[in-house]
């Protein structure tokens, strides 16, 4: 539960950071790294919930 509650809080850190360079530098590549982290984030979500006790 913990992960999930980290998760859904780092999500929204990352776009704020990422949408914050992306502005400060005028380098749009900044948005598309914060695409990339939240998606990496989101995708590593279900691997973090997997038991691998099978039980």
């Known amino acids: 539960m913990l992960l ?3 998760g859904a809080l ?3 850190v990352f ?3 990422a ?3 992306a502005k400060l530098t005028g380098d749009p590549v ?3 790294v914060g ?3 939240i998606g990496a984030l ?3 979500r279900p691997v ?3 038991d691998i006790r099978g039980t």
Request: glycine share 16%; charged share 10%; hydrophobic share 55%.
């Open 10 to 12: 780092l999500g929204p």
């Open 30 to 32: 900044w948005d598309g």
């Open 19 to 21: 949408v914050l360079l």
């Open 15 to 17: 776009a704020l950071v």
């Open 4 to 6: 999930e509650d980290l």
């Open 35 to 37: 695409a990339l982290a």
């Open 48 to 50: 973090q919930g997997c």
């Open 42 to 44: 989101l995708g590593s």
